[in-house]
């Protein structure tokens, strides 16, 4: 029995892993997620995500988007993750970085929106300048046409 701690939304509750694959955990907890909920599973510096796939009266089977790190996670969590590099645990896998701040999440979304606000007012001015352009060519062209006319038939 490994203790982990589970994130349920953003209640957070104690949980033993009691059996492991390589995609999948057998999870023990006081409070039972929903069928299909997404958890976030911390044991140390590791962070699994994972679905639920079953669930029954302090017991749920979750499966996990990586790789389960099962040799890293029975020994001690927090010095081999310490140790892994920041982009691999065992062979593809990836460590999950802390989640951002509410605040560095919104700042990051008004930089994304500030783009496309730019790019979309960028091209809309594009096209107004290509239809005034095209505009003013036929406006000119008519009396200059009417001009070369004259001065050829004289």
Known sequence: MIQARVRDGVQWSDAL?????????LVRSDKSPNRGSYLEIRRGAY???ARVVWSNAGRFGVQTQDMVPAERLISDPDATAAAASPRSLVGQQERRAAPRST??????????ARLFE??????VCALVAILVGSAMVEVVAK??????TA???R
């Open 17 to 25: 892993i009691l059996n492991m694959s390589s995609r999948g955990l």
């Open 47 to 49: 962070v699994i995500v």
């Open 143 to 148: 009396p200059l046409h009417a001009a070369q």
């Open 118 to 123: 730019f790019a979309a007012v960028s091209f």
């Open 103 to 112: 605040e560095a999440r919104h700042g990051a979304s008004r930089q994304k």
């Open 151 to 153: 001065l050829v038939s």
